[in-house]
Nanobody, 119 residues
Framework: QVQLVESGGAFVEAGGSLRLSCTAS???????????MGWYHQAPGKQRELVAT???????NYADSAKGRFTISRDNAKSTWYLQMNSLKPEDTGVYYCNAGYGSRGDSWGQGTQVTVSS
């Protein structure tokens, strides 16, 4: 099994920045089989939504709300991926979850990290 641990969530004023990190640990072969790494956002009372994904090869995909403000990156050697969030807005408030995809063989989720953006 693979465990994902997020960090970096905090309370920040609107317009501020945060960098979230997600590190995978556990069975090395399972970690090496991760094909896609992602970040999802769950606002209070709403469903979890995609923020950004990045493949092991570096191809990225962003939700419209994240384009131009957020950047996803990864360090394969450290089994870690990041979400740099700039120009934060109150609507970015919520829990951010990292996700590891294994192609057709399922995925793993972290426990989430809280981001609160004050207006």
């Amino acid at each position: 099994q693979v465990q994902l641990v997020e960090s970096g969530g905090a309370f920040v004023e609107a317009g501020g920045s945060l960098r979230l990190s997600c590190t995978a640990s556990g069975r090395i072969l399972r970690i090496l089989s991760i094909t896609t790494m992602g970040w999802y956002h769950q606002a209070p009372g709403k469903q979890r939504e995609l923020v950004a994904t990045i493949t092991r090869g570096g191809s990225t995909n962003y939700a419209d709300s994240a384009k131009g403000r957020f950047t996803i990156s990864r360090d394969n050697a450290k089994s870690t991926w990041y979400l740099q969030m700039n120009s934060l807005k109150p609507e970015d408030t919520g829990v951010y979850y990292c996700n590891a995809g294994y192609g057709s063989r399922g995925d793993s989720w972290g426990q989430g990290t809280q981001v609160t953006v004050s207006s």
